[in-house]
């Protein structure tokens, strides 16, 4: 195959799952994951402190209003899910949908864009997806996982989460059955919030890259419905993430 010849099915899709990749081993990074997610991260929420310096006491404008709803629907969630007192909750479950919205957004992009105009900069291939990376979906999940463990011992002290450990559910006597469960409960947290993220986005973002493989006539007519089904699908993925962490942090901050 010369230089100039196009790429096969299985290259063109392994050139686009592919992360561009630094290091190795454990001190590798995957460069495009992290400047995207960082770059999504300071434009989106730069956005919204400068909406809400401007924000005024009157009839607020289109954009004001916006944010505004998109305010008052993660409050009202946080409202009727979180039976804690916390100061932390709103704003995290915030942040979390927001830039996992956003994050997933990038697959509505089309498939070649961002490739090409990386390319022009002399970059050879650059994952556009974040959350088509495992690494950045459980360094997310992680996170949660430690604010659970954090309030755990806070709110119920070393003493009274030892004991809810290896007492619940079935009593003291069965201690160390409560404590197997209690693990697999708790790892299972962070694992089922990342693969769900993850394999929902990876399998989406796979479709588009099929599709992209089809003739252009072929492209439009299967391609425009996707997108808008796709929407669906990132908006409920950061909607999942987003409420699945203000219940777990909710349990934390209960006792049995």
């Given at each position: 195959?010369?230089?100039?010849?196009?790429?096969?099915?299985?290259?063109?899709?392994?050139?686009?799952?592919?992360?561009?990749?630094?290091?190795?081993?454990?001190?590798?990074?995957?460069?495009?994951?992290?400047?995207?997610?960082?770059?999504?991260?300071?434009?989106?929420?730069?956005?919204?402190?400068?909406?809400?310096?401007?924000?005024?006491?009157?009839?607020?404008?289109?954009?004001?209003?916006?944010?505004?709803?998109?305010?008052?629907?993660?409050?009202?969630?946080?409202?009727?899910?979180?039976?804690?007192?916390?100061?932390?909750?709103?704003?995290?479950?915030?942040?979390?949908?927001?830039?996992?919205?956003?994050?997933?957004?990038?697959?509505?992009?089309?498939?070649?864009?961002?490739?090409?105009?990386?390319?022009?900069?002399?970059?050879?291939?650059?994952?556009?997806?974040?959350?088509?990376?495992?690494?950045?979906?459980?360094?997310?999940?992680?996170?949660?996982f430690f604010l659970i463990l954090y309030y755990n011992f806070k709110i119920k002290k070393c003493g009274g989460f030892m004991r809810e450990v290896f007492t619940v559910p079935f009593g003291a006597k069965l201690a160390p059955f409560n404590l197997l469960f209690r693990l697999i409960e708790d790892l299972a947290k962070p694992v089922s919030l990342a693969l769900r993220l993850f394999g929902n986005m990876y399998a989406g973002e796979m479709v588009f890259i099929l599709i992209a493989l089809l003739p252009p006539y072929l492209q439009w007519v299967l391609g425009a419905p996707w997108a808008i089904f796709h929407i669906l699908i990132i908006t409920l993925q950061a909607f999942i993430f987003m409420i699945l962490t203000i219940i777990y942090l909710s349990m934390a901050h209960e006792s049995h």
């Open positions: 195959m010369t230089e100039s010849a196009a790429p096969s099915s299985s290259e063109y899709i392994h050139h686009h799952l592919t992360n561009l990749v630094i290091g190795k081993g454990f001190w590798s990074f995957d460069i495009d994951t992290l400047v995207t997610s960082a770059v999504l991260g300071l434009i989106v929420f730069g956005f919204m402190a400068s909406v809400a310096r401007k924000a005024t006491s009157g009839v607020p404008g289109r954009t004001q209003a916006a944010v505004e709803i998109l305010l008052e629907m993660v409050q009202t969630q946080v409202r009727d899910t979180f039976h804690g007192e916390s100061g932390i909750v709103g704003p995290l479950a915030l942040t979390i949908f927001v830039w996992v919205f956003c994050l997933n957004a990038m697959d509505l992009l089309p498939v070649d864009l961002v490739s090409l105009l990386m390319s022009s900069v002399g970059v050879g291939h650059w994952k556009a997806v974040p959350t088509t990376d495992p690494n950045l979906t459980f360094a997310m999940s992680i996170t949660v």
